[in-house]
C-alpha cells in the first residue's frame, strides 16, 4: 500500500514529459507524402475479440489523391488469419474515408491503399502492429496498482502484451461539492508493456500484469492490453462514495482520500469512457479488500459480508451507467494485511456474484506469502504467482460466459469548401453530446471548440466526440493544408490556337492530381476542340475546392473566308414596332458596322449592316440590308354579317403577295363567308408584316332578307333567322339551305338554276 503519493508524482510528470516527445515524432512520422493515410486504428492498438473469436477493426484515414475505393490487407504476424486486399469503402468523398473489416484474433501488420479503377494509386500506408484480442482495466488498490521502485515487477516477453505507459498528474481538491477538474487522458499511445512502463491511467510498476499478459496471450494465442486505475492505500468506502462524489477518509490518515473528492474512482471512470471505448474491453479485474480487513471501521458503517457487497454493487452499477455498458467485473478474494484476513469480506466478495449479473470470481491471493512487508505482493516469485493465479480464472470457460464490449467506430469528418478564397469547414459526425475540436493530438480537454462544425486554417487536427455519458471516439488526423485550393490550372495548346482548315486544335490542362473540368464538360486531361470560342478547365482537389483557368480563344473554322450573317427572320421590321437579330458566323474577333463587338446584335432601323472577324480566319462579310416596312393594314366590309351572307376583306399597305389565314386565300381583297365570329390575319410576303380584322357572324337574327344572287361552291350554304326568312334572289349553283323559325317566303323574283340543291326548314334557328 501506498501512504503518500509524493514519489510517484514526480515519477508521473517525468514519464509524461517523455510520452509527450514520443507523440510529437509520430505525428510527424505519419503524415508523410503518400495517398491514402490511416488515422485509425493506431499502432499497437488492440480491440476487443468478441463471443465469435472476430471484431470489427475500423480503418479511417484521409487521402491526397482522387481514388474511387480504399482496400486493406492484413499479415497475420502472430496468431490470427491474414485477410487479402479487401475493399472497404467504395466511392469515398471530401478527402476522407471509414470503413471495417472484420478481424479474427491475433496480432497483424495492417496495409491501405487507394485503388482508382482498379489501379493502385499512391504508396501504401503500414500500421505495423494490429491485434485483435482482449482488453482489461484493473481496479482496486496497491496489490492491483504495483508498488513501484524495485517490487520485482515482470516485464511482458510476448511482444504482443501492451499497455499505455502514462499516468494522470495528481490534483489536490480538498473540498466537497465541486468538480476538482481532474486531468483528462491524453491521446493514447500504445507501447509494449516492459519492466519500467507506467499502465494508465495509475499503474505503477508492470507488477503481475506483463506476466499475465504472456500466459494469456500463450494460450489464446492473442494480443492482451492492460489498464490499470487502482490506488494505493484506498478502501471500500473510498471507491463507492468518490463514484459519487462523496468525501470519505483515508483508512490510514485521519484526511479526506487523496485530497481529492474524485479519487480514485476517477481512475476507472477515465478508463472507461477513454480506453474501453476506443478499443472496447473484456473486464475489470477489481483487486481490493487488505485496507478493509485491517480497519473494517475506518470509512463508515463497520464492513461485514452485506456492507462489502452493496458497497461494491454500488461501484460497479456507476461504472456500468457511466460506460453505458453491462461490463464484465472479475472479483477476486483479497485481505490480508500484516497476518490479518477476514472471512466476511471474503462472502462478500463471493456475493456480489449473485448480486449482480456479469460479475465473476477470481483468485484468492492470501495465501501467496511470504510478502517481504507483510502486505504487498513484491518479489518476482510473488508476483508470477499472482499472475498465475489470475490466469487460471480467466479461463476460457470465463471468456466463454463472459459479455465482451466491443469498441465504438471512430468518429467520421466531413468537409465543405466555399470556393471563394475562405477556409474549409469540417463537420462532424452527427449523433454526440458534445464535440471537442483539438490541435493536433492534443486531449479534448483542450479544445479550442464545441461545435459539430468548425472553419479551419493551416494546421493539423482532431475531433473528439463524446456521447451523453461522456464516452469518447475520436477522428482521423485533419491536415489543412496552407492553401486548400489547387493552382490555378493552365491550359497549353498542342500548336496555333487559329485553325482555318477545319481541324481539331488540342487543348492540355497542367494540372494533376485533381480533377479537370472543361468548358465543353469533358474531364479529360486534354480535349480536341473544332468550333472557335473562349475554353476554360476547373480544378478541383479532393477536398471539393475550385479553382479556374484564364480562358483561351481558340478560332477554328472549315474555310479562310470572311463571315456571313444570318437574320433571325425576314430582312423587314414593320413599323408597328419590333426588332431582327443579326448573328456573325464567328464566335469571337467580331466588329460590326455598328461598332459593336458581340458575336449578334439587334437592329430595328433600316440600312445595311456587316461585320469583320479581326485576325485567323477573318474577313468581311457581305451587307445585309434591313428595311423597316409600313406596317400592313385589314379591314372587312362588311365586318359585321348575318350567317351565310359574304364579307369581302382587303389588305392595304403590301407591294407583294398577301396571304390570309383560316383558308381565306391570297390577294389584296379576297371574298369570306364565315360561319361564326373569325379573326383574319394578312401577310405581306414581301416584308413579313402583318395585320388582322376581326369579323362578326350574326347566327340567327330576327329576320333575315336575301336578296343577293348566290353562286356557292361549298358543300352547303345555309341561311338562318329566328323569325322568317324573305328571298328575292336567285340562286345559281350550290346546296343552299333556307332555316327559320316562323316562316319562309319566296317573293317574286326567287329563282334555282338547274342543277342546284334548295332546300326551306321551318324549325327553328339551331
Same mark, same amino acid.
Do not use: M
Given at each position: 500500500m501506498r501512504p503518500s503519493p509524493v514519489r510517484f508524482i514526480i515519477f508521473m510528470k517525468l514519464r509524461r514529459f517523455t510520452f509527450l516527445l514520443f507523440v510529437c515524432s509520430i505525428a510527424q512520422k505519419s503524415f508523410s507524402q503518400t495517398n491514402v493515410v490511416v488515422g485509425v486504428p493506431l499502432e499497437r492498438t488492440v480491440l476487443q475479440r468478441q463471443s465469435n473469436d472476430y471484431a470489427p477493426v475500423f480503418v479511417s484515414g484521409s487521402y491526397t489523391l482522387f481514388i474511387n475505393s480504399v482496400e486493406v490487407q492484413l499479415t497475420a504476424l502472430n496468431g490470427g488469419i491474414s485477410v487479402p486486399w479487401t475493399s472497404i469503402v467504395s466511392n469515398p468523398t471530401g478527402g476522407f474515408f471509414k470503413g471495417s473489416i472484420n478481424v479474427y484474433k491475433g496480432w497483424y501488420k495492417l496495409e491501405a491503399r487507394g485503388m482508382l479503377n482498379g489501379v493502385q494509386v499512391g504508396n501504401i500506408h503500414t500500421v505495423q502492429k494490429v491485434g485483435v484480442g482482449e482488453v482489461f482495466i484493473v481496479a482496486g488498490q496497491s496489490n492491483g496498482q504495483g508498488v513501484g521502485g524495485s517490487d520485482g515487477s515482470l516485464a511482458a516477453v510476448d511482444d504482443r502484451v501492451n499497455t499505455v505507459d502514462y499516468t494522470i498528474p495528481y490534483v489536490s481538491c480538498p473540498g466537497p461539492n465541486f468538480n476538482c477538474g481532474n486531468p483528462q487522458l491524453p491521446f493514447p499511445s500504445y507501447s509494449p508493456l516492459s519492466f519500467s512502463a507506467n499502465l494508465s491511467p495509475n499503474g505503477n510498476s508492470s507488477w503481475c500484469w506483463g506476466k499475465l499478459g504472456d500466459l494469456i496471450? %500463450?494460450?489464446?494465442?492473442?494480443? @492482451?492490453?492492460?489498464?490499470?486505475?487502482?490506488?494505493?492505500?484506498?478502501?471500500?468506502?473510498?471507491?463507492?462514495?468518490?463514484?459519487?462524489?462523496?468525501?470519505?477518509?483515508?483508512?490510514?490518515?485521519?484526511?479526506?482520500?487523496?485530497?481529492?473528492?474524485?479519487?480514485?474512482?476517477?481512475?476507472?471512470?477515465?478508463?472507461?469512457?477513454?480506453? %474501453?471505448?476506443?478499443?472496447?474491453?473484456? %473486464?475489470?479485474?477489481?483487486?481490493?479488500?487488505?485496507?478493509?480487513?485491517?480497519?473494517?471501521?475506518?470509512?463508515?458503517?463497520?464492513?461485514?459480508?452485506? @456492507?462489502?457487497?452493496?458497497?461494491?454493487?454500488?461501484?460497479?452499477?456507476?461504472?456500468?451507467?457511466?460506460?453505458?455498458?453491462?461490463?464484465?467485473?472479475?472479483?477476486?478474494?483479497?485481505?490480508?494485511?500484516?497476518?490479518?484476513?477476514?472471512?466476511?469480506?471474503?462472502?462478500?466478495?463471493?456475493?456480489?456474484?449473485?448480486?449482480s449479473s456479469q460479475v465473476f470470481e477470481g483468485p484468492n491471493t492470501d495465501g501467496i506469502q511470504p510478502r517481504s512487508d507483510d502486505v504487498h505482493l513484491t518479489g518476482a516469485a510473488n508476483l508470477a504467482a499472482l499472475a498465475s493465479a489470475w490466469d487460471g480464472w480467466l479461463s476460457n470457460s470465463f471468456f466463454t460466459a463472459s459479455t465482451p464490449q466491443a469498441a465504438r467506430e471512430p468518429l467520421s469528418v466531413a468537409v465543405s469548401c466555399p470556393n471563394n478564397g475562405g477556409n474549409l469547414t469540417?463537420?462532424?459526425?452527427?449523433?454526440?453530446?458534445?464535440?471537442?475540436?483539438?490541435?493536433?493530438?492534443?486531449?479534448?480537454?483542450?479544445?479550442?471548440?464545441?461545435?459539430?462544425?468548425?472553419?479551419?486554417?493551416?494546421?493539423?487536427?482532431?475531433?473528439?466526440?463524446?456521447?451523453?455519458?461522456?464516452?469518447?471516439?475520436?477522428?482521423?488526423?485533419? $491536415? $489543412?493544408?496552407?492553401?486548400?485550393?489547387?493552382?490555378?490550372?493552365?491550359?497549353?495548346?498542342?500548336?496555333?490556337?487559329?485553325?482555318?482548315?477545319?481541324?481539331? $486544335?488540342?487543348?492540355?490542362?497542367?494540372?494533376?492530381?485533381?480533377?479537370?473540368?472543361?468548358?465543353?464538360?469533358?474531364?479529360?486531361?486534354?480535349?480536341?476542340v473544332t468550333t472557335s470560342g473562349n475554353y476554360t478547365v476547373t480544378s478541383q482537389n479532393v477536398f471539393g475546392c475550385n479553382t479556374t483557368s484564364d480562358p483561351v480563344a481558340v478560332t477554328a473554322s472549315s474555310s479562310s473566308g470572311p463571315p456571313t450573317i444570318t437574320p433571325s427572320g425576314t430582312n423587314y421590321i414593320c413599323q408597328s414596332g419590333g426588332s431582327l437579330t443579326l448573328t456573325s458566323s464567328s464566335p469571337t474577333g467580331n466588329i460590326w458596322s455598328t461598332g459593336q463587338t458581340t458575336q449578334s446584335i439587334v437592329v430595328s432601323s433600316t440600312g445595311n449592316y456587316s461585320v469583320t472577324v479581326s485576325g485567323g480566319c477573318g474577313g468581311t462579310s457581305a451587307s445585309t440590308t434591313v428595311i423597316v416596312s409600313s406596317a400592313i393594314t385589314a379591314s372587312a366590309s362588311p365586318s359585321s354579317i348575318v350567317y351565310g351572307q359574304t364579307t369581302t376583306l382587303t389588305a392595304s399597305n403590301c407591294s407583294g403577295t398577301v396571304s390570309w389565314n383560316n383558308s381565306a386565300g391570297s390577294g389584296s381583297s379576297v371574298v369570306v363567308q364565315p360561319t361564326a365570329n373569325t379573326t383574319y390575319l394578312a401577310t405581306c410576303a414581301s416584308t413579313g408584316c402583318s395585320g388582322s380584322v376581326a369579323v362578326a357572324v350574326n347566327q340567327c337574327p330576327p329576320t333575315h332578307s336575301i336578296t343577293s344572287t348566290i353562286d356557292s361552291t361549298s358543300p352547303t350554304t345555309e341561311f338562318r333567322a329566328a323569325s322568317t326568312v324573305v328571298a328575292t334572289n336567285s340562286i345559281n349553283s350550290g346546296n343552299i339551305i333556307y332555316r327559320a323559325g316562323a316562316s319562309v317566303t319566296l317573293n317574286p323574283g326567287f329563282r334555282v338554276e338547274p342543277g342546284t340543291v334548295f332546300k326551306a326548314y321551318v324549325q327553328g334557328c339551331p
Open positions: 496471450s %500463450a494460450r489464446i494465442n492473442a494480443p @492482451v492490453v492492460f489498464f490499470n486505475a487502482a490506488a494505493g492505500g484506498s478502501g471500500l468506502y473510498n471507491w463507492s462514495k468518490s463514484a459519487y462524489n462523496q468525501l470519505s477518509n483515508h483508512y490510514f490518515f485521519n484526511s479526506q482520500f487523496g485530497n481529492n473528492v474524485e479519487i480514485p474512482y476517477v481512475y476507472l471512470n477515465r478508463s472507461l469512457k477513454n480506453y %474501453a471505448s476506443f478499443l472496447g474491453a473484456r %473486464a475489470v479485474l477489481w483487486h481490493q479488500g487488505e485496507s478493509d480487513a485491517k480497519f473494517p471501521n475506518a470509512g463508515g458503517s463497520t464492513i461485514n459480508r452485506t @456492507v462489502y457487497r452493496d458497497e461494491l454493487k454500488k461501484i460497479i452499477d456507476k461504472s456500468r451507467a457511466d460506460y453505458g455498458r453491462q461490463i464484465p467485473w472479475v472479483v477476486a478474494k483479497a485481505t490480508y494485511f500484516q497476518g490479518i484476513t477476514d472471512a466476511e469480506i471474503i462472502n462478500g466478495q463471493n456475493d456480489i456474484r449473485a448480486a469540417f463537420t462532424a459526425q452527427a449523433g454526440f453530446t458534445t464535440y471537442y475540436w483539438v490541435n493536433g493530438n492534443n486531449s479534448f480537454e483542450t479544445s479550442f471548440s464545441n461545435a459539430q462544425a468548425v472553419t479551419l486554417g493551416q494546421g493539423t487536427y482532431r475531433v473528439y466526440g463524446a456521447d451523453a455519458n461522456g464516452n469518447l471516439s475520436f477522428s482521423t488526423p485533419i $491536415v $489543412v493544408p496552407a492553401s486548400p485550393y489547387p493552382a490555378k490550372p493552365v491550359i497549353s495548346p498542342a500548336g496555333p490556337i487559329t485553325n482555318c482548315s477545319g481541324g481539331t $486544335v488540342t487543348l492540355t490542362s497542367n494540372s494533376s492530381n485533381v480533377i479537370n473540368v472543361w468548358s465543353t464538360g469533358s474531364n479529360a486531361q486534354s480535349i480536341g
